[in-house]
């Protein structure tokens, strides 16, 4: 069907053209054997028409080119987050000596997913068939986007003939997952009574007299912190930075299997919770790695690195739940990236004996465990009878239904 459709106008275009073709013929014979002003007038107009039809089909829409630019309302299109949207400008050439009454632009934006969206818009190009288009996307989802070939549409100025042609323009971009600012987590306070047995053991985040750099000025900050001969320098306000007392590492496991998730919304919850979680790592400079158990186990080793932390969130855009398999054993076949003593965050909306054994599993390998339990309905920590019963074993369990209420269930308050 679609096929049909879409041949449809070419063989239309063409009909037309053996039209014009016929009708020049025609008059070619009655110039010959009728003879007179009114044939060799006739056969000049058709001639003209003609040959004004035959240049705009080998010229024109055919031979369109084209480059595009992608801009965000506040930054470059490559820095895109869930939720923004793409201004597209596209400056169109059409090269061809003869003017055209407007040109119709048609694209089609696709996803990872196979998803896509339609764009078609008409311009009227100047006298030497340049022109600009330019339109807005809508809220994009986290994902990689790709706009295909640009189809091009005019028609001569009586209409007769529809002229198409296609090209390739650059514009391929990445929306980062979905995130929220996480002011505080309470798995890493020393003095949390929810903490694993081991956390007691943990060092408080607390700054050491070292210095580590130069930072711009915030707002608060002391006296004594200043930098003054950066400050003289630059001509701007410079701050110390010092180093931090080191911390456990993290490792956090995002569930990318199937089972369990009932929508798309919930398993979007869980990497927004896994990208937030790799934020907040970052912003306090802690050691965080990435796993995600999908069609296939990808494991990201802890750092403090901040290109390794922009390798975990793009790793993120183009994830799937389309991951099979038993949660437990892919956990121990990437067991060797688990570094003894760090901290084992698990993201599922699973609630069963494999998620048990899991978190037991983790245990016995000296780390720390911790289920991030994404639900589908609004269930407190309070009142989730999975939680209560992993807190009363020892392991702390959040249960998040939705990314706003992540900051206060982690114990950071509101966002």
């Known amino acids: 069907m679609l096929k049909s459709i879409r041949f449809r106008p070419w063989r239309h275009a063409r009909s037309r053209l053996w039209m ?32 004004y039809l035959v240049i705009g089909k080998f010229s024109g829409a055919g031979r369109a080119r084209g480059e595009r630019q992608l801009t965000s309302g506040n930054a470059h299109a490559e820095l ?30 696709k996803r990872h997913n196979g998803e896509s969206w339609s764009f078609e818009e008409s311009l009227i190009p100047n006298m030497r068939g340049n022109g600009t288009l330019v339109f807005q996307t809508p809220p994009l ?11 091009c549409i005019s028609e001569d100025i009586f209409g007769l003939i529809e002229h198409k042609g296609k090209f ?59 930098h003054w001969n950066a400050t003289a320098k630059t001509g701007q306000w410079k701050s110390k930075e010092f180093e931090h007392e080191s911390v456990p590492k993290t490792m956090i496991i995002l569930d990318s299997r199937a089972l369990g998730y009932k929508n798309t919304e919930q398993y979007e919850l ?7 979680l790799l934020e907040y790592g970052s912003r306090e400079r802690m050691g965080m790695g990435l796993c995600t158990l ?27 739940s389309k991951g099979t398999g038993n949660l437990l054993l892919s956990v121990k076949e990437s067991v060797r990236f688990f570094p003894q003593g760090a901290f084992f965050v698990l993201i599922s909306p699973q609630e069963n004996a494999e998620v048990l054994e899991t978190l037991r599993f983790a245990g ?22 999975w939680i209560s019963m992993l807190r ?19 114990g950071g308050g509101n966002a």
């Not at 895109?80 to 400056?91: E, I, S, T, Y």
């Open 270 to 276: 869980a990497v927004s919770t896994a990208a937030s």
């Open 168 to 226: 390739k323009a650059n514009g391929t971009f990445r929306v980062l997952p979905r995130t929220i600012f996480i002011p505080y987590w309470q798995l890493y306070d020393r003095n949390s009574r929810l903490s694993g047995p081991q956390t007691a053991l943990m060092k408080s985040r607390r700054e050491t007299t070292q210095i580590n750099g130069v930072r711009d000025y915030v707002y608060g900050d002391r006296l004594s912190r200043i």
């Open 294 to 320: 999908s069609e296939k186990t990808t494991c990201f080793q802890p750092t403090d690195s901040s290109n390794e932390r922009h390798k975990m969130l793009h790793h993120l855009v183009d994830l799937d």
């Open 141 to 151: 989802e986290r994902g990689k986007y790709q706009f295909s070939d640009t189809e």
């Open 392 to 410: 009363a074993r020892g392991i702390k369990g959040y249960a998040v239904s939705n990314l706003q209420e992540l900051p206060s269930v982690l």
């Open 364 to 385: 016995t390998r000296g780390m720390t465990a911790c289920h991030i339990q994404i639900t589908s309905r609004s269930v407190s920590s309070q009142n989730s009878e």
């Open 20 to 51: 014009v073709l016929l009708v020049w013929i025609i008059c070619l014979l009655y110039v010959l054997f009728q003879g007179g002003k009114t044939s060799i007038m006739l056969f000049g107009m058709v001639s003209l028409l003609s040959l």
């Open 80 to 109: 895109l987050h869930a939720d923004d949207q793409v201004k597209v400008r596209l400056d169109l050439q059409i090269p061809g000596v003869l003017p055209l009454p407007y040109v119709v632009i048609r694209e089609v934006l």
